[in-house]
């Protein structure tokens, strides 16, 4: 059973920074696209930014030059780097990873990142 595990939300003042990090058991994350999404309170869930097996990036415009995602396969933990945070950035972070040889996806139970001064 695959089971990811969010941590490193908070409350944090704009300007701030935090690290995300998202724990993998279950199976390996090598052969993996690993995500991070957000839900603001009444709005859809949103991708924030994408991490392919291979160590391709990408982002979502808003966090651009703001956020770094990055992996680790040996831990098999996926991180989001989040500099200059803005009241915007304010959400549930969920990790995702999703394993296409089987078209499985799978989430975690996300992380609150509070953004206020």
């Known amino acids: 059973q695959v089971q990811l595990v969010e941590s490193g939300g908070g409350l944090v003042q704009p300007g701030g920074s935090l690290r995300l990090s998202c724990v993998v058991s279950?199976?390996?994350?090598?052969?993996?696209?690993m995500g991070w999404y957000r839900q603001a309170p009444g709005k859809q869930r949103e991708v924030v930014a994408g991490i392919t097996s291979r160590g391709l990036t990408n982002y979502a415009d808003s966090v651009k030059g703001r956020f770094t995602i990055s992996r680790d396969n040996a831990k098999n933990t996926v991180y989001l780097q989040m500099n200059s945070l803005k009241p915007e950035d304010t959400a549930v972070y969920y990790c995702n990873a999703f394993y296409a040889l089987t078209s499985s996806g799978y989430w975690g139970q996300g992380t609150q990142v509070t953004v206020s001064s």
């Open positions: 279950g199976s390996t994350i090598s052969h993996s696209t």
